[in-house]
């Protein structure tokens, strides 16, 4: 899929670096807002989701991310832009019911990238979680049964070990 030219993407992709990780906070948001407030396209936004992403990984909390931001990635055309939507949501929300269903999308999905963010963002949901958190262990049961099938080594034990340890969610509740 070919999209209109996008010429804010260059400035974001700037904003997605080593260089801009060493910026503080203030001086990033301000770049950050600048550029989301002209933004022309989809690879901007992705390119800014992508900077916010890595920024709060290094430095959580220092920056204010559009709760719109997220949700405008995930429903995005562009799979790179899906996956940088799921981890912004898992990284910026509090909503475990959103989160949980868009992994569970994503866990579904036949492109291998987002199958594997998917596999990285229940990892790090479930790292990030206390066992007694109620999680809708249900929903990802079958999806985690059915990966523990394929033939990628990877996909197949990072089911096995999920599966295991969504367990552990399944024994705090008491189910």
């Not at 933004?39 to 991310?65: C, F, H, K, M």
């Not at 206390?130 to 394929?150: D, G, K």
Request: aromatic share 8%; glycine share 6%.
């Amino acid at each position: 899929m070919r999209y209109p030219p996008d010429n804010t993407a260059s400035l974001a992709q700037a904003l997605w670096s080593c260089e801009a990780l060493e910026l503080e906070p203030a001086e990033f948001q301000a770049r950050f807002d600048v550029l989301y407030a002209t933004a022309e396209g989809p690879a901007t936004l992705w390119q800014l989701g992508g900077a916010a992403n890595d920024y709060l990984r290094r430095r959580p909390d220092s920056i204010a991310v559009p709760p719109v931001l997220a949700p405008m990635l995930l429903a995005s055309a562009m799979v790179d832009g899906r996956i940088i939507g799921l981890k912004l949501l898992n990284r910026c929300s509090s909503n475990l019911e959103t989160i949980c269903s868009s992994i569970c999308h994503a866990l579904e999905s036949k492109h291998e990238g987002e199958l594997y963010g998917g596999l990285c963002e229940l990892y790090n949901l479930l790292r990030r979680l206390p066992p007694s958190t109620s999680l809708p262990v249900e929903a990802f049961v079958p999806l985690l049964f059915r990966l523990r099938s394929s033939s990628n080594p990877y996909v197949r034990e990072s089911a096995e070990m999920y599966q295991d340890w969504l367990g552990e969610f399944g024994a705090a509740r008491g189910d």
